[in-house]
RNA sequence: GCCGGAGUGGCGAAAUUGGUAUACGCACCAGACUCAAAAUCUGGCGUCCGUCAAGGACAUGUCGGUUCGAGUCCGACCUCCGGCACCA
């Protein structure tokens, strides 16, 4: 090859030779021990963007290692392929979805393999390829047959913008997950899957998974299902038989229960106004509240309001009469729409409580009594309220309680359950935020529910050898709320499983989240025509090892993986309850906003994209990965720097000259019995060791840019050596090799294409990938010996060094610090307190 | 508002988990090569005092504490960034 470093040439070399030779493709009978890695799967857009360079950038470097230390590594990649933009582009420019995606996953697919990452090809996947969706529909229909997928009428969040439905994952904070859009609601008849009968493993099981992911992704999570433990309680009505059930977290502070308030959707609303006179006053109210909420109007941010129904409840407790109000602060998603009012003891009913005067009365009394001091607390009575600044929300004393005074909370809140429990009023009971997930898209560009609707048999399911509902050729992609599918005669008429009359399909599509939940398990098995894939195949590679994406998903394809996985295990296709071991959330790739001093995400709008095609063709594949990996630790922000790449390149150009000056010299070794290394020789293969073991340990932790660090540094030890490869002894030859091969295996993770080449330049042929272990092992005598020079402190000052042998013990250390001349003089006439000796790191002398 | 995370050179960042703070890279400065520039190579590069030097003082958001010793541990505060946001 040439003298000079020529990327373009060194990666389509390689490329093709990886292509041809299936070096990457991975075999499930390897006796080796298995490494499933992967990366969040992208939706072929049409174009690579800096985002999914850094994330194939990790996994391969990862991929690499554990392929160089012999592992059988299982890396592949698929396309997410039903969704949205696919749909946008049919109704904005009259294209055809599956053309459009076709057409990208080919362009896409190119610049993959540009880059150079790892991947096994022959398991390529898409989603929207009948032979993928017909296993979301076989999933579905399993669903089904467990009682997990059900249809309900319910208010859902409505993107107006995509005209369609969204979960509320892909709804959280009130925007769309894709556009940004606020959301609306919308009363509409949906499919769900269950995820809530898994609420309380996705909370239970995250300690299997804990020591693996990131903290903040745990916690989101957590959250998210939002798991409270508290007590159901009924108030009855009063002169009626109705019942009022509340939940609450505080039954102990159910004496300071002042009102009873319903959600404005409470169905219990329209029956305890029967015959009222304020019915129609309630009514519009309520109507009001209703409209608000439909229009997306941000909840929490409206000051409360509420109106006194006229009706009251019986605190099954006290045996006290309370008004029962409708307010906008009460959720009819969460609990059972209705709450306890308790104004001194929580800051929303308080904040009510004040605004329409409604009594504020103390039962718990704060156990510490500087703490009441410090905070008001709220007196007892109605006639001091005025005073009241807070409710006190913490645990405490109960006060004015009936016979439970003077118990304390923790106390009181497991006895007073019990007893309603005991009188049947009520129970202890644990609620969960998590919704069940609506799944039902009003979209064309998704896999068909499988199910028709009959008129004499109603909902039938499409029995299972009917599978795929494959979805039409086209059509009329409008861009309205109505499914177009609902426009396809031929899809829609159909016949029924069960009497063979006529029937419709179901005419919206699944949410493409569904296809990413399992798609990790079809790669095991990517052509099984008869299962989504073969358990006892799956089961060699899955869990995965090691999945690196964005954090945008934590709370979406992540809680619904997490699920699938589950739902996977209940039916028989898997036999663990977590599907991914290790997760590593990479940060955003940002860029400077021309004209400004903002770094933000790379995008179109903002013009501040940069495009991975331009920085291979400037600068290769390599050193574009090598600087995504080597500029910031994984984790972080990563900021797009021009000169930050040419970096990179220099850094390989070095790299490929001094081993075409030496290459030579290197591919012909010699051996000598017995060697004797120069101190330069000696110093250079401590480095190399040294680096191994760095490097080795750091991928543990994928602590990728620190490991760059140590090649770069192993590097310029390599150039300080400054040998002449013609007059080189056979001991710096040694070394010399030593630290070339060294250093070029260990490049492979971050520049694949330039190690390759570098390794058969010395003299190695058939490429870095084999069977057996490549990766080098760090000699520890070696990568310790060396001289130390130790800090001597006298009082935490530095007064002077000492050079000593590795191995020296703590006794001889200490006494050569006392022994040293300027220590002596910095002691002389004062008292030795101390000597503190910590072996290979310092000596402080402590003198009075 | 609540819950997390983070503050280290001009910049991205290191620091073996309490032991020589600023590794590695970028930018910058100087020198070599060149008619010149680029590229490349060599050296320098926290701040201040010191004629170069030797050396010294101060530096990890702020203020205190523990310790022979603190970027790291503890307490209070400030700032920034994320997440959730009436969840009863």
């Known amino acids: 090859m040439d003298e000079k470093y020529f990327p373009e040439q060194i ?60 592992f059988n590594v299982l890396h592949p990649i698929g396309w997410d392929s039903f969704g949205q933009p696919a749909e946008q582009a049919a109704i904005k420019r009259g294209v055809n979805p599956r053309d459009w995606t076709e057409d990208n996953i080919e362009h896409m697919r190119g610049q993959l393999k540009r880059l150079g990452i790892s991947y096994d090809w022959s398991r390529e996947i898409a989603a929207h390829r ?105 108030f009855a009505v009063k002169d009626s038989d109705k019942k009022i059930r509340v939940f609450t977290t505080r039954i102990d502070t159910i004496y300071g229960a002042t009102a009873v308030v319903l959600s404005a959707e409470h169905p219990l609303l329209a029956q305890l106004l029967e015959g009222s006179a304020l019915k129609q006053d309630i009514d519009a109210f309520a109507q009001k509240l209703r409209t608000q909420r439909a229009a997306g109007r941000e909840v929490g941010e409206e000051e ?11 605190n099954p407790f006290s045996g006290e009469s309370v008004p029962v109000w409708v307010a906008n602060y009460v959720l009819m998603e969460y609990g059972t729409g209705a709450v306890m009012s308790v104004p001194a003891h929580d800051e929303r009913d308080f904040e009510f409580a004040q ?30 309220s005025a005073e009241i600044k807070h409710s006190f929300i913490d645990y405490g004393v109960l006060v004015n309680s009936g016979e439970r005074g003077g118990k ?45 609707y009959c008129d004499k048999d109603g909902m039938v399911p499409v029995p299972y050898d009917q599978l795929p509902v494959m979805l039409p050729q086209t059509a009329d992609f409008t861009g309205t709320g109505e499914s177009p599918l609902a426009g396809v005669p031929e899809f829609v008429n159909t016949s029924c499983p069960e009497c063979r009359g006529p029937a419709r399909r179901d005419t919206d599509t699944m949410d493409t989240f569904v296809d990413s939940s399992w798609y990790f398990f079809r790669y095991c098995d990517p052509r099984n025509e008869g299962m989504p894939f073969d358990s006892s195949i799956a089961s ?79 600068f290769g594949a390599d050193a574009t990965r090598l600087f995504v990996l080597f500029a910031a630790p994984a984790e972080n922000e990563l900021r797009w720097s021009e000169s930050g790449i040419e970096g990179a390149v220099r850094f390989l150009r070095r790299v490929y000259t001094m081993v075409w000056k030496w290459q030579e010299r290197l591919s012909n070794p010699t051996q000598t019995s017995a060697m004797e290394f ?21 991928f543990a932790g994928l602590h990728l840019n620190t490991s760059v660090a140590a090649l770069m540094e192993l590097f310029n030890q390599i150039v300080d050596f400054n040998a ?67 800090p001597i402190q006298v009082n935490g000052k530095l007064r002077s060094r000492v050079i000593v042998a590795p191995d020296v013990s703590e006794e001889d250390l200490r006494a050569a610090a006392l022994a040293d001349e300027r220590v002596k003089a910095q002691i002389d006439g004062h008292e030795v307190m101390k000597v503190i000796v910590v072996p290979r790191r310092l000596v402080n002398i402590v003198i009075r």
């Not at 979301?136 to 319910?154: H, P």
């Not at 005067?357 to 709220?378: C, F, G, M, N, W």
């Not at 663990?576 to 071991?581: G, I, R």
């Open 408 to 452: 304390l909370s923790p106390v009181a809140i497991a006895e007073m359950s019990a007893y309603a429990k005991e009188h049947g009023f009520g129970e202890a009971a644990v609620t969960y935020r998590i919704r069940d997930w609506g799944v039902s898209r009003q979209r064309f560009w998704g896999a068909p529910v499988p199910v028709v």
């Open 11 to 70: 990666e389509s070399k390689w490329q093709q030779h990886w292509n041809e030779a299936g070096t990457f493709e991975a075999k499930s009978d390897d006796a080796r021990e298995k490494f499933y890695c992967l990366e969040m799967l992208p939706y072929p857009s049409g174009f690579l963007h800096m985002g999914h360079v850094r994330n194939y950038s990790i996994g391969d470097a990862l991929s690499w290692f554990k392929r160089l230390q012999g």
């Open 724 to 790: 002449d490869p013609a007059k080189a002894s056979e001991e710096d030859v040694f070394a010399m090799r030593e630290a070339l091969e060294s250093l070029v295996i260990m490049l492979a993770p971050f520049a694949p294409h330039v190690a390759e080449e570098l390794w058969e330049n010395l003299g190695h042929a058939g490429g870095l990938v084999s069977a057996s272990p490549r990766w080098p092992v760090a000699d520890p005598e070696l990568a310790r010996r060396e001289e130390l020079e130790i």
């Open 130 to 234: 009948p032979d993928y969706y017909k296993w979301d529909q076989w999933f579905f229909l399993k669903m089904l047959e467990k009682g997990l997928a059900y249809k309900k009428n319910s208010q859902v969040n409505w993107c107006p913008k995509e005209e369609t439905v969204l979960s509320n994952e892909q709804s959280s904070g009130g925007i769309c997950w894709r556009c940004g859009t606020p959301v609306e609601k919308r009363d509409l008849e949906q499919w769900f899957l269950r995820i809530t009968n898994y609420a309380e493993q996705l909370v239970d099981d995250i300690k299997q998974i804990e020591a693996g992911w990131p903290d903040k992704v745990l916690k989101r999570q957590s959250d998210w299902v939002g798991r409270s433990e508290g007590a159901y309680i009924d």
């Open 678 to 698: 120069s101190p330069e020789a000696r110093t250079l293969r401590r480095k190399t060791h040294q680096t191994i073991a760095k490097v080795t340990s750091d």
């Open 304 to 314: 409360k309001e509420g109106l006194n129904t006229g009706v009251l409840a019986i």
């Open 540 to 618: 060699k590679w899955t869990p995965v090892d090691q999945y690196i994406g964005g954090d945008s998903h934590a709370v979406m394809h992540l809680i619904y993986t997490r699920f699938w996985t589950k739902f996977m295990r209940d039916i028989g296709l898997v036999n663990f309850d977590e599907p991914v071991k290790r997760l590593l959330t990479q940060g955003m790739v940002t860029n400077r906003v021309e004209g400004t001093d903002e770094w933000k995400a790379m995008s179109k709008s903002l013009g501040n994209g940069v495009d991975p095609d331009e920085m291979i063709a400037a």
């Open 355 to 384: 605004k329409y005067s409604l009594p504020i009365r103390q039962v718990i009394a704060p156990i510490d009594h500087q703490h009441t001091d410090a905070e008001p607390s709220p007196t007892t009575g109605g006639d001091a």
